[in-house]
């Protein structure tokens, strides 16, 4: 009997081996790093094949080279204001909605720290989607539900990371797929939940947890900025570069073992849309527009996704601009997210060490060097953006 789908390194959990076994005899299950893996109740398993022969780790979906990039964000300040970019995911939920259609996304329900991906029509969910929550979405349920709605003939958009994108089309094989859309994140990796609540437990008031964004602009947009909300009101940030958190993700110290061999990194993309931060706009070519509140990165990739922007422009700023450009502070447009060497050892001590000192121990610490080389990271950036200025005034 069949007791391994895929090779495991290469599961991306997405769980869609779950929807297609015939005897239901696969789950999801935790394993020791909190990571979601499907485990097979092998008495019961016919050893039919399906789930190996439909698993995308195993046979790939096709990939088509990006046809446009752009540098984007949206007119309404409030939208971006909320978004973790420039907005885009939200403009195209919209107009979604106005087509009457569903949308596709994750949402994540605090205190319990439940992560999933929820199909709807209802703008008040549409805005739970907004926003990167940077640990594993299960879109099992979702998955379901996104076929049913295409089969009753409606215009559904999902979005999400590569892989899930991977196990919905697989899923929906031979189903007309006309009105879908698919809208995929870049993205350099994901955590598991085990690795947020260990994160979480550091903090005093843990126990009083309301909210947790993990893209938050009230102090500015520059970088990433978590924001902890408490039931007595207060909130507190960590912001990229001290927060322990974005310190261990950030260094691809707690990312899932497929994230290290994703298969959709780099010019060929899954989905018909791609969004991301567009960072190091303007160090090759000027930008001539100030960037405040977040600048989107968005990639279209097919007549589809070409033609939904045509749609959206008006809400947009939107500027061509060159994927040259868009790889240079974006790795995942070209290769996976480097492994980290220290990841099994963090993974083998979360249990028994606090949270704070183990990422301490593998993350270089915020020396006068790592200051230093971050002061001339962001002098290096002031002088290449305004060479490209001069460059380009010639
Ligand atoms: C895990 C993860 C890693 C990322 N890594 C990078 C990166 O390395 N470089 C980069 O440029 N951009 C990365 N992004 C994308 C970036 O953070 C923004 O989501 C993107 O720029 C879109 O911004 P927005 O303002 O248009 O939309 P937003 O309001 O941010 O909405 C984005 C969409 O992301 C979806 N989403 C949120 N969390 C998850 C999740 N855990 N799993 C699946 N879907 C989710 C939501 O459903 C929503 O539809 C990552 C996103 C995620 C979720
Ligand atoms: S279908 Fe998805 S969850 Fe199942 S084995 Fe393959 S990659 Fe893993
Ligand atoms: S081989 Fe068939 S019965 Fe067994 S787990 Fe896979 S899909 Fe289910
Ligand atoms: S890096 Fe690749 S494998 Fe990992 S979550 Fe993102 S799309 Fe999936």
Wanted: charged fraction near 25%.
């Amino acid at each position: 009997m069949m007791d391994q789908i895929c090779k495991r390194e290469l599961c991306t959990g997405c769980g869609m081996c779950t929807l297609v076994c015939p005897k239901q005899c696969i789950i999801l299950q935790q394993n020791s790093e909190g990571f979601l893996y499907p485990e097979i109740h092998v008495e019961q398993c016919i050893d039919c094949k399906k789930c190996k022969r439909m698993c995308p780790a195993n046979r790939a979906i096709d990939t088509v080279p990006y046809k446009k990039v752009y540098a984007a964000w949206s007119k309404n300040s409030k939208t971006k204001q909320n978004s973790s970019s420039g907005g885009i995911f939200f403009e195209l939920a919209q107009y979604v909605l106005k087509q009457s259609g569903f949308v596709c996304g994750a949402v994540l329900d605090m205190p319990q720290l439940e992560l999933y991906h929820l199909v709807s029509d209802q703008i008040k969910d549409i805005e739970r989607m907004r926003g990167s929550k940077y640990f594993q979405s299960n879109s099992v349920h979702a998955y379901k539900m996104v076929k049913e709605k295409l089969i009753a003939g409606c215009l559904v958009l999902y979005s999400g990371t590569g892989c899930q994108i991977a196990g919905l089309l697989r899923y929906l094989e031979g189903i007309d797929q006309t009105n879908l859309i698919t809208v995929d994140v870049l993205c350099h990796g994901v955590t598991s939940r085990k690795v947020v609540q260990k994160y979480l437990q550091t903090f005093p008031k843990n126990d009083m947890l309301v909210d947790l964004i993990f893209r938050n602009k009230d102090l500015g947009y520059g970088g990433v900025c978590i924001k902890r909300t408490y039931a007595d009101g207060t909130c507190e940030y960590g912001k990229s570069r001290e927060d322990l958190f974005m310190l261990a993700f950030n260094h691809n110290l707690c990312l899932r073992n497929s994230c290290y061999h994703c298969a959709y990194a780099g010019p060929e993309r899954i989905a018909d849309i791609t969004i991301a931060d567009f960072w190091g706009l303007g160090e090759i070519k000027p930008f001539p527009e100030k960037q405040d509140g977040g600048t989107s990165l968005l990639l279209t990739n097919t007549q589809k996704g070409e033609h939904i922007v045509e749609q959206i422009k008006n809400c947009l700023y939107l500027y061509e601009r060159t994927y040259q450009e868009a790889r240079r502070k974006n790795r995942c447009l070209v290769k996976p997210s480097k492994y980290n060497k220290n990841r099994v050892h963090f993974f083998s001590l979360l249990d028994q060490e606090n949270f704070e000192s183990l990422v301490r121990r593998f993350v270089p610490q915020n020396t006068t060097l790592i200051k230093l080389k971050s002061f001339s990271q962001i002098l290096m950036l002031k002088l290449r953006r305004k060479f490209a200025r001069l460059w380009y005034r010639e």
